[in-house]
Nanobody
Framework: EVQLVESGGGLVQAGGSLRLSCAASGFSFDDYAIGWFRQIPGKEREGVSCVLNSDGATYYEDSVKGRFTISRDNAKNTMYLQMTSLKPEDTAVYYC?????????WGQGTQVTVSS
């Protein structure tokens, strides 16, 4: 069974940090590009950060550049999103994503709430 299981969300004050984790199982994690997305009620899901599997290049949405860091540990089949200097506007449900050549998978989402 394919699974992406997220953890690490929660409530934090502005300026604080959180690290999201996403543990993969049931597929060849190494062969998949990874990414993190977020969504707030009433808005479309937006990309936050991703790592291209082809060359390891990373992408960050402008508002998180310099504050968020995406990484992966293929030995643990896990991806991470380190979030620092959090702002209230970062409040959202965060989803991890693994994308292959012909298919992709989503995590169930984890709530991140940043209080002012």
């Amino acid at each position: 069974e394919v699974q992406l299981v997220e953890s690490g969300g929660g409530l934090v004050q502005a300026g604080g940090s959180l690290r999201l984790s996403c543990a993969a199982s049931g597929f060849s994690f190494d062969d998949y590009a990874i990414g993190w997305f977020r969504q707030i009620p009433g808005k479309e899901r937006e990309g936050v950060s991703c790592v291209l599997n082809s060359d390891g290049a990373t992408y960050y949405e402008d508002s998180v550049k310099g504050r968020f860091t995406i990484s992966r540990d293929n030995a643990k089949n896990t991806m991470y999103l380190q979030m620092t200097s959090l702002k209230p506007e970062d409040t959202a449900v965060y989803y991890c994503n693994a994308r292959g050549i012909i298919n992709g998978y989503w995590g169930q989402g984890t709530q991140v709430t940043v209080s002012s």
